[in-house]
């Protein structure tokens, strides 16, 4: 889960990081100028989109405000500016802070390593992967020991190869102590800040970044749950299948998929593009999948605009392949028939059970993957 | 030989008396799983299908000293503290069934793992067959067949298809080893590839790949270093997915521009691994390397 640039610098506060004096704005805010003034904001102050997503300033959600006729202006525009189709909640209004350089510092789980790694530049202010390709040099890393934790020393050795010195490299590396330990106390997939901007003897996070594992977010009483139209992360298709429970990806063509197990769903989704077709989705229907989750999968894929077709292709493992028929003839016969083909793909246990079901009902099965993926393709 | 689980395999089932464990263990046994105790804390003293519970895995351990290998169905919050507990008491295998566990708890566990010497297989996996001899996990049986491959797979029912397809053509399986999908695994491509390497009975091996990570182009680079000599083929699932995108599996998911099936397949195909289009190609590309 994406936190806000407010949430992430309030945990680091909260963890000792010196970040830049702010105050919050939620929309429908009436005298905003006052409650800057009363949180001891004067103008040069930066007015901050809160979006989810990167690339913010580039997309013209962050500016400056050198008056106070300048910020209320902004304030109003910005709240009504969709930043990547999103509009903000709320904005962040910050201190503008002079500095002279910007650098780059993240931390993320290594996954071959199975370890925390710190990845830093001297370039900050652009993305790592553009970092990645126009300074690959300038990018330090160092694994950690998760039960040792980040060392003092080893952080003011990735702040000296990042090119710091003096004063600078201390303050560094209490930053990256800093959000190492939120990195480790918050189950955080990415802790980043990027720029971190340097003002003479110390740095500063200009932004920070934080996305918490979803599957720890139970851990973490303190943060809130999101809007999943907020995170600018899913379709609309793809909300409504999370409130249904299904794994659900939307892609661009137009052959409805159904698997089971996420790796069997995504070679189906090769499978067809190799024989010529597009597929329009991603939808496992998982392990062990009763009639009742199958008729949901099957229906869904039949209401989404997208599909032409559908292609389901279940490997009946702890699956039981009549079961899977049974839902499909339920989802059919609550909608009245499908006015998209089907064609389905069983093999595996209880084959033949599901196999006379379906052709009770008139549908034949393919029990040949391949030439079930012909079939569907020529239609 | 086999590698992970055989004949010797003496299991304990950690969460036995939940839904997920109790329907295994039954399927387990019927495939002649040595399954010598369960354990689910506080409910000490039960049995599930003669299979006496106990409260603790050191408890079943003491009353079973033979205990070798434990295999967790523990739900996601209370799994690190089921690992722990089959480490400190002792048992070297330990099988993680359990899907969506927070990844910070994995690194931790497996690292302690390491640290102690135990192998651990998962999580959110199938777990690990050798067919004819034990079973430890969740996949169905039928469909694997002794042999002389090893199966090495991110995925489940993936696995299942394409082992199902070699014991059609007649190509049998020394173990196969669903290793998880989950960013971090206690066993990697690496690990398993060097297991196979070592076990006598294994002439090839099989590695199912998908997106996300780099498994596979570390793996590439260990057969190009010459630390495995075993033929390989390879499937890889996902070269449809898009970047950004968890596909079903934590694990699978294409970031900062790395773990893409492209990558993977080029990575493998330039060092000799044959590279399969479909599941189906794979009997036929083991035929050829087995020939030689």
């Given at each position: 889960m994406k936190l806000f640039e407010f949430e992430a610098k309030d945990i680091l506060r909260k963890y000792g990081v010196k970040v830049p004096q702010s105050v919050l704005l939620e929309k429908g805010e009436q005298k905003p100028v006052e409650k800057i003034k009363q949180a001891g904001l004067e103008p040069p102050i930066v007015v901050k989109s809160q979006v989810l997503v990167a690339g913010r300033g580039k997309a013209g959600g962050i500016k400056i405000a050198k008056t106070w006729e300048e910020a209320e202006k902004l304030i109003e525009e910005l709240f009504e500016k969709p930043i990547k189709g999103l509009k903000p909640r709320y904005l962040l209004i910050e201190e503008a802070i002079p500095h002279e350089k910007e650098l780059y510092a993240s931390i993320i789980i290594d996954r071959s390593e199975r370890k925390p790694v710190i990845l830093a530049s001297?370039?900050?202010?652009?993305?790592i992967e553009q970092i990645a390709k126009e300074?690959?040099?300038?990018i330090v890393r160092m694994y950690v020991d998760p039960f040792l934790g980040l060392k003092s020393y080893q952080a003011r050795k990735i702040g000296k190869s990042i090119g710091l010195t003096g004063k600078v490299l201390n303050s560094f590396a209490s930053f990256l102590i800093g959000l190492y330990n939120v990195f480790m106390d918050y189950d955080a997939d990415l802790a980043e800040s990027n720029p971190l901007g340097v003002t003479g003897d110390s740095v500063i996070p200009l932004d920070a970044r934080l996305i918490i594992d979803d599957n720890s977010?139970?851990?973490?009483?303190?943060i809130s749950e999101r809007n999943l139209e907020d995170?600018?992360?899913?379709?609309e298709w793809e909300i409504k299948a999370r409130e249904m429970n299904l794994a659900f990806v939307e892609l661009d063509g137009d052959v409805g998929i159904i698997g089971n197990g996420a790796g069997l769903t995504m070679t189906t989704m090769d499978l067809v593009y190799l024989y010529g077709g597009k597929p329009a989705n991603f939808l496992d229907i998982g392990g062990g999948a009763g009639k009742e989750l199958v008729k949901t999968a099957v229906k869904f894929l039949i209401d989404l605009?997208?599909?032409k077709k559908i292609f389901m292709n279940i490997f009946g493992g702890i699956t039981r392949c009549d079961e899977v028929a049974k839902g499909i003839i339920a989802a059919l016969e609550e909608l009245g028939g499908s006015s998209k083909p089907l064609v389905i793909r069983l093999s595996g246990t209880n084959e033949e059970e599901g196999r006379k079901i379906l052709q009770e009902n008139g549908i034949d099965a393919y029990t040949d993957p391949i030439e079930a993926v012909q079939k569907v393709v020529s239609l | 030989m086999a590698i992970i689980v055989d004949e010797k395999t003496r299991l304990i089932v950690q969460g036995i008396t939940g839904k997920e464990g109790r329907f295994h263990t039954k399927l387990m046994l019927d495939y002649g799983t040595k399954i010598v105790a369960g354990v689910t804390p506080g409910k000490g003293g039960m049995d599930v299908y003669g299979v006496p519970v106990y409260d603790s895995v050191e408890e079943a351990k003491k009353a079973h000293p033979e205990a070798n290998t434990s295999i967790i169905f523990v739900p996601a919050k209370f799994s690190a503290d089921a690992v722990y507990e089959a480490i400190d008491a002792g048992i070297k295998t330990i099988v993680v069934i359990t899907e969506h566990i927070p990844v910070h708890d994995a690194m931790k566990f497996v690292d302690y793992g390491r640290s102690k010497g135990v192998t651990i297989i998962g999580p959110n996996c199938p777990g690990v067959i050798t067919p004819g001899k034990a079973k430890v996990g969740?996949?169905?049986?039928?469909v694997f067949t002794p042999g002389n491959v090893g199966l090495i797979s991110r995925s489940g029912t993936l696995t299942y298809e394409i082992a199902y397809a070699m014991t059609k053509a007649g190509i049998g399986q020394t173990t196969a080893v669903?290793?998880?999908?989950?960013?971090?695994?206690?066993?990697s491509f690496i690990e398993a590839l060097l297991m196979f390497e070592n076990?006598?009975?294994?002439?090839a091996i099989v590695m199912v790949g998908e997106i996300g990570g780099d498994m596979e182009e570390r793996a590439a680079k260990m057969i190009d270093e010459g630390k495995i000599t075993k033929p390989a083929v390879a499937f890889i699932a996902g070269r449809t997915a898009p970047p950004g995108?968890?596909?079903?599996?934590?694990?699978a998911i294409i970031m900062m521009g790395t773990g893409t099936a492209e990558g993977k397949i080029k990575a493998l195909e330039s060092v000799g691994v044959k590279v399969a289009?479909?599941?189906?190609?794979i009997p036929d590309l083991l035929k050829q390397v087995l020939r030689k």
């Open positions: 001297q370039y900050g202010g652009m993305d300074e690959p040099e300038s977010i139970y851990k973490h009483s303190d995170t600018g992360e899913y379709t605009p997208k599909t | 969740i996949m169905p049986g039928h669903g290793i998880g999908g989950d960013p971090v695994i206690g066993t076990d006598p009975d294994t002439d995108k968890r596909m079903g599996h934590a694990g289009r479909t599941p189906m190609e």
